[in-house]
């Protein structure tokens, strides 16, 4: 990356806002196939697990024009798409769907047109249905598959960008969707999460060996950078002791199991652990490690959220302490708690950004002095008022607020490179469906024609974005003056 300015940037995904899911050549994914087999709603308004259509979503693959105005108004400096991997490869693991690969080569011309910096996520738990059908994540093969489709990236997109990262949150992937039955493929299985897991850190390192040989064939330039984007939650010790066993046993598992392997070329010593106190058989060859380490990622992308509590006590008799009841973890000495004197959002979310800073000094103190780092992921989800026309979501500006100081802060501590929130527009969310609204620009899911609308948190945020950062607080009444001027001329091409 040779342009250091720090970026002001937006979040979002394929499967959440994309829709056309059989459009354009596309197939099935297991998010399609999930979707369609879970189908739940829960009461309005209530703070619960919706699982609803995909079908349109935000209908992003016909308004991508319309967000990318939207997004040159607001004054993004980079646009963070986590792609869809099926949109591509519909059909199997060599076809290039040309439709595909053009609705992306379009989306990043456009952006780019607009002095908006795209940077893609190859891969966001959203796997091809053709390969789900031969076992997914845990045959081994899928690793060359995903090579054919990062290299197609590379060779189609990369003029357009030098800041990359192959997968999300392989932490939240693998835990919910091997380890539990929570999200897609929803296996339930330890030797299928053993195995995934590696599997995903192999798709990284072939990605990085075609990175390296894409820039070699200039598709790229030679200082692109390819990162791992990980949802590391800091672990605060209930007890008050953060040298304390829970603590190191989650940083363990919760941050080395994830991110070692594609920073160091190594794994802890819990996952070899694991594999043996659970009897999995599964040995991880030697030529893999050699692998791994020659083929090491660049820089880490962190989506920061919530810390969580920690204890060596399992306070079973100490519910009324607790907003909701401790959860134990699948490691000894390591239960959840949730204090009830915390900030938490509607949805139980804990408010605390007080260890983004010692968080990001933690990082680059282990995976090296000088490794940018990237916030990917940071927002709140509320239930918007939407009644009124206008959308003041003053406690998403009051998150936003929190976390961004604490992001600036930590800049004279680690090469800290931007700043994305999460995310653009509402989206289709994993635990909220359509209630739980996350966006800067609101979208009117009842509307066929999914309307786009700013919240004060898009004037908000622009105002941050043209001052770079060095004020965070505007007084009220400026900003819904603004706002008032941003609606008056919000005609159709906004919409
Ligand atoms: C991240 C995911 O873990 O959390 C996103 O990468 C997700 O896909 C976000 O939307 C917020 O989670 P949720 O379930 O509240 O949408």
Not at 458 to 477: A, M, P, R, S, T
Not at 482 to 491: A, G, N, R, T, V
Request: hydrophobic fraction near 35%.
């Amino acid at each position: 990356m040779k342009d250091n300015k720090f970026l002001f940037s937006a979040s979002t995904c394929a499967f959440q806002i994309e829709g056309a899911r059989n459009l354009g050549g596309r197939t099935d994914s297991i998010w399609d196939e999930f979707t369609k087999r879970n189908f739940t709603i829960p009461p309005v308004g209530v703070a619960k697990r919706e699982i609803n259509s995909i079908e349109v979503a935000a209908d992003f693959y016909h308004k991508y024009k319309t967000d990318v105005r939207i997004m040159k108004k607001l004054g993004l400096n980079a646009f963070v798409y986590n792609m869809d991997w099926t949109r591509i490869f519909p059909w199997d693991s060599t076809t290039i769907n040309p439709e595909g690969i053009k609705f992306y080569i379009d989306l990043f011309e456009q952006l780019t047109n607009a002095g908006i910096k795209p940077i893609p996520i190859l891969y966001h738990w959203d796997t091809p249905m053709w390969a789900q059908l031969q076992g997914g994540f845990e045959n081994r093969d899928i690793v060359e598959w995903f090579r054919t489709y990062a290299k197609t990236c590379f060779k189609y997109l990369g003029k357009y960008t030098d800041t990359w990262f192959v997968n999300d949150e392989n932490s939240t992937f693998t835990q919910s969707a091997y380890l539990s039955d929570y999200l897609p493929p929803a296996r339930n299985d330890k030797t299928a999460f053993v195995k995934a897991l590696h599997n995903l850190n192999l798709t990284a390192a072939v990605a990085k060996e075609e990175f390296e040989l894409a820039k070699v064939a200039q598709y790229l330039n030679k200082d692109a950078i390819l990162g791992i984007d990980h949802d590391w939650n800091p672990a605060i010790d209930y007890e008050g002791d953060q040298n304390s066993v829970a603590v190191k046993q989650y940083n363990e598992w919760w941050m080395k199991l994830f991110l070692d392997p594609n920073l160091k070329g190594q794994y802890p010593q819990c996952f070899y652990d694991y594999i043996a106190e659970h009897k999995i058989k599964f040995e991880i060859p030697v030529q893999d490690l050699e692998y791994l380490k020659k083929h090491k990622l660049d820089f880490i992308g962190w989506n920061y959220y919530r810390p969580i509590y920690v204890s060596k006590n399992e306070h079973q008799d100490n519910k009324q302490k607790f907003i909701a009841p401790p959860s134990e973890s699948h490691l000894k000495e390591l239960t959840f708690v949730y204090p009830k004197d915390c900030d938490y959002t509607k949805w139980n979310w804990l408010i605390d950004e007080s260890r983004l800073v010692s968080g990001a000094i933690e990082l680059s103190q282990r995976y090296g002095k000088d490794i940018p780092i990237m916030i990917i992921e940071n927002g709140m989800g509320d239930f918007d008022d939407k009644s009124q026309s206008m959308i003041k979501d003053y406690d998403r500006i009051d998150y936003l607020k929190r976390h961004i100081r604490e992001v600036l802060k930590a800049r004279e501590f680690v090469n800290m490179i931007g700043y994305s929130l999460w995310t653009y527009c509402d989206i289709y969310s994993p635990s909220g469906g359509y209630r739980k609204d996350y966006g800067l620009v609101s979208v009117n899911f009842n509307s066929p024609l999914r309307t786009r609308k700013p919240k004060l948190s898009y004037v908000w945020y622009q105002n941050v974005i043209k001052n770079e950062g060095k004020e965070l607080e505007f007084d009220k009444k400026y900003l819904e003056n603004e706002y008032q001027k941003i609606l008056d001329e919000w005609d159709i091409f906004y919409q």
